[in-house]
T-cell receptor, first 115, second 111 residues
Framework: NAGVTQTPKFQVLKTGQSMTLQCAQD?????MYWYRQDPGMGLRLIYY???????DKGEVPNGYNVSRLNKREFSLRLESAAPSQTSVYFC??????????????FGPGTRLTVL | QKEVEQDPGPLSVPEGAIVSLNCTYS??????FMWYRQYSRKGPELLMY????GNKEDGRFTAQVDKSSKYISLFIRDSQPSDSATYLC???????????FGQGTTLQVKP
């Protein structure tokens, strides 16, 4: 099992460009999450999908959109990238609400730089 | 004020030292308390979790939760250079599945 995979691993964008970060999990998890990690800020939730067909905003959703394509895949789109979106982006998945402590499994991350 | 506060460090200790990592929180609804370990340029991995108050031990690691003080700790005994990583506390009320993370503490264990 690959667990949670993310593509691309690295990306450099110019201000105003758009891109989509891809995430897939092979653990048959119901819930998926997108976080960004900035120095001194920990992990901040951007969007999450509690189950296939649903998405909800997290703590820092502005400038992002998401799509839960199917149970396995959850993508994050930046429509018009800004330098403030320079960060490391992590996708995570979990069994979902109602499953004990709901451990989240993380992907390896995407390092995004916006010039 | 953040819901979860964690001193970002960095914390540097000699090999064999006892390490204490701590987080405070403000939301009394939190019931699940976790510690994630993140190696450089990797994703976080769950190290330990505790439900409600009390202690939990796993090898060299001990997690403590004091809900009355809204304070959680992770102790590492006989620290090793391989323990060098960022340690993130995380908490959940269990109702939504969402986790609230602390800022993370960067630990370096010197040989």
């Amino acid at each position: 099992n690959a667990g949670v995979t993310q593509t691309p691993k690295f990306q450099v964008l110019k201000t105003g460009q758009s891109m989509t970060l891809q995430c897939a999990q092979d653990m048959n998890h119901n819930s998926m999450y997108w976080y960004r990690q900035d120095p001194g800020m920990g992990l901040r939730l951007i969007y999450y999908s509690a189950s296939e067909g649903t998405t909800d905003k997290g703590e820092v959703p502005n400038g992002y959109n998401v799509s839960r394509l199917n149970k396995r895949e959850f993508s994050l789109r930046l429509e018009s990238a800004a330098p403030s979106q320079t960060s490391v982006y992590f996708c995570a998945s979990s069994e979902g609400v109602g499953y004990s402590y709901n451990e989240q499994f993380f992907g390896p991350g995407t390092r995004l730089t916006v010039l | 004020q953040k819901e979860v506060e964690q001193d970002p460090g960095p914390l540097s200790v000699p090999e064999g030292a006892i390490v204490s990592l701590n987080c405070t929180y403000s939301n009394s609804a939190f019931q699940y308390f976790m510690w994630y370990r993140q190696y450089s340029r990797k994703g976080p991995e769950l190290l330990m979790y505790t439900y409600s108050s009390g202690n939990k031990e796993d090898g060299r690691f001990t997690a403590q939760v004091d809900k009355s003080s809204k304070y959680i700790s992770l102790f590492i005994r006989d620290s090793q250079p391989s323990d060098s990583a960022t340690y993130l506390c995380a908490m959940s009320s269990g109702n939504t599945g969402k986790l609230i993370f602390g800022q993370g503490t960067t630990l370096q264990v010197k040989p």
